[in-house]
């Protein structure tokens, strides 16, 4: 067994930018050479997230669409009472979706539906930096 960790950098235009990181991972896990195992992706922060979607137009207008429904943006959120940046909404949204995904691979390949992506998604409302950690293990 062996654990490698990479990083993947990203710099976001927007609130609810959704990044389609698929290739990027595949890339990671090639360079590995390990054979079967999973792949972890990890953001820190709270106003961050990753998960997969099928990364099509449909879906990158209803996946904003139905946060915006759970999470209203507008909503009255405590955290914004306290701190007054805005982005109540968007720790919580974070906090729904996730700040990680662990996904399986083998012979080399992860191992992902035919339409399956694995997306980064910015939920703070400023562009920002972000560092993605993707942890490999395998053998």
Do not use: C
């Not at 009472?81 to 729904?96: E, F, L, P, T």
């Amino acid at each position: 067994m062996k654990i490698f960790t990479e990083r993947i950098n990203l710099q976001t235009k927007k609130e609810l930018d959704i990044v389609d990181i698929t290739d990027r991972v595949q890339e990671i896990l090639t360079n590995f050479r390990l054979e079967n195992g999973f792949v972890i992706i990890f953001i820190p922060g709270s106003t961050g997230a990753v998960t997969t979607i099928e990364f099509e137009p449909g879906l990158l207008e209803d996946f904003p669409n139905m946060l915006e429904r759970i999470s209203p943006s507008d909503a009255i959120y405590e955290h914004e009472k306290r701190w007054h940046d805005g982005n109540g909404h968007s720790h919580v949204r974070a906090s729904m979706i996730g700040p990680s995904l662990t996904i399986p691979f083998n012979n080399s390949k992860l191992i992902l539906g035919t339409w399956q992506q694995i997306v980064f998604v910015e939920l703070d409302v400023r562009p920002r930096s972000r560092q993605l950690y993707i942890q490999v293990i395998g053998e």
